[in-house]
């Protein structure tokens, strides 16, 4: 019997509702508007941050969201837990219509993610799980059922030939970066390519042995999936040091990253 804390029964209640409205916005000719940073943003992505943020006031923790007013450092260093949220996880994905978007939420303790919701609106199923509780699957309609809820097992085995799962903009001399971390000689390499924190299901599911990041991710891209990662005997850790990465910063961006199933570090 699955045995979670009611706040993240409301989390993922708040995904799915979320997920709900974002497909509806799927289903239409969808404006866009640029951000100061470059990114695109649409009412399916503000929509779907207000449905997460009215269901998780109910608990009583901070929000660190991507389409929400950030608290200053100063404030928020005093924070021992946070919620870390991206409602529309690969808003180019969404726009390009290819499915691989996603809703993430995070429960963040000390810096560190316990607790992960990764959500897809078009095959309405979520991943969540946490070193406490395991991970699982469901479906939209099994959330009042959780004896339903499928258990996730670490796979033992490296898939053969090796599997890779990167963003659809992993080019060649980013591969160079990544052997130059990882010892790969022994494999022969396959990558499969999508967008958004959708990777972690191939992650969670055995479906891929190694995500690689050299570009740019925020903290609540990655949150939910380190949580998830970090629950079934695998790792998300920055290049830069090796150590595992930390959430809440003063800067919310994440440093380079590789995260690595269990099978792989075993």
């Known amino acids: 019997m699955v045995n979670i804390p009611e706040i993240y029964t409301i989390a993922i209640k708040a995904s799915i509702e979320a997920a709900s409205v974002i497909m509806e916005v799927y289903k239409q000719d969808v404006d866009t508007t640029i951000k100061s940073d470059g990114s695109p943003v649409t009412i399916a992505d503000l929509a779907a941050s207000k449905i997460i943020a009215r269901h998780l006031k109910q608990t009583g923790i901070p929000i660190i ?108 001399d980013q591969e160079t970066i990544l052997k130059e971390h990882l010892n790969l000689e022994p494999y022969e390499l396959s990558y499969l390519r999508k967008g958004s924190a959708l990777k972690f299901f191939d992650l969670a599911l055995g479906r891929a042995d190694v995500y690689p990041r050299f570009a740019p991710t925020m903290e609540w891209d990655i949150a939910a999936g380190q949580a998830i990662m970090e629950a079934l005997g695998g790792t998300v850790i920055s290049t830069l040091d090796t150590k595992k990465l930390r959430y809440n910063k003063e800067s919310l961006f994440n440093p380079y990253f590789i995260a690595k199933t269990k099978a792989f570090l075993s």
């Open 65 to 172: 969201g991507e389409e929400i007013e950030k608290e200053q450092f100063s404030k928020r260093t005093f924070w021992t837990e946070n919620w870390c949220v991206d409602p529309l996880d690969g808003t180019k994905m969404f726009l390009l219509k290819n499915d691989e978007f996603s809703v993430n939420i995070a429960h963040v303790v000390n810096e560190e993610p316990v607790f992960g919701i990764i959500c897809s609106p078009t095959e309405k199923i979520i991943l969540i799980g946490g070193p406490k509780y395991g991970v699982y699957t469901l479906n939209f309609e099994d959330i009042e059922t959780p004896e339903v809820w499928k258990r996730i097992q670490p796979k033992s085995q490296l898939n053969d030939p090796l599997i890779i799962t990167c963003s659809r903009n992993f080019f060649h």
